[in-house]
């Protein structure tokens, strides 16, 4: 957990200081908002996720290389990878912002320019363009990043107008979900 952590903060610390725009998504964007309501709710990711423009990846590569992380694409993703450990297990892996991030993807990635500081000092995306990606993605620990969201009432069932069309009835599928989870636990 802690090497995860301290290559967030080297990532997002070279590329602030290197003026490139990013947001932090995924798990530790999840994990950031969490924090802002229930610090005991925050749950552990394993890698670190990016956003970024295509056309800001050169300056990103020169602004991580001198922390240790190369460019790379494995498996048709792109990441930068530890050289002292290149494996995408431990690595950065982007996002390209405004591009779809799977071929049939029923919508593009944000753009980073609605990204803000978080609380761990780094720049994350808005809820809502988060939960977007959950949603988009749609992966088990996606469903249950949404789980997390609306177990301490960062989201409800209310967002579910504020979503595309396209996005809303896997949202209902978590809502549903998360109902009968919270039905068999006894909690209202």
């Known amino acids: ?58 300056r990103a590569a020169t602004a991580l290389r001198p922390t240790g992380l190369e460019p790379a694409e494995i498996h048709g993703v792109a990441m930068f990878v530890e050289t002292a450990e290149p494996s995408p297990k431990n690595a950065v892996h982007l996002v390209f912002a405004n591009e779809p991030v799977r071929k049939g993807d029923l919508l593009p990635a944000p753009d980073v320019a609605e990204s803000r500081p978080g609380v761990g ?19 088990l620990r996606d469903q249950t990043h949404l789980v997390n969201l609306l177990s301490i009432g960062l989201i409800d069932a209310s967002w579910t107008d504020r979503l595309p069309a396209e996005l809303q009835p896997r949202f209902r599928r978590v809502l549903e979900a998360f109902a009968r989870e919270e039905e068999q636990s006894g909690r209202p």
């Open 1 to 58: 957990m802690r090497r995860i952590e301290e290559r967030l903060e080297r990532t997002t610390r070279a590329l602030d200081t290197a003026g490139v725009d990013y947001a932090v998504v995924g798990g530790n964007a999840v994990a950031a908002r969490v924090s802002t309501v229930d610090p005991d709710a925050v749950r552990t990711t394993k890698d670190v996720d990016l956003l970024l423009r295509r056309a800001d990846f050169e």
């Open 121 to 139: 000092g780094f720049r994350v995306i808005p809820v809502l363009e988060l939960v977007k990606m959950k949603l988009l993605a749609f992966h």
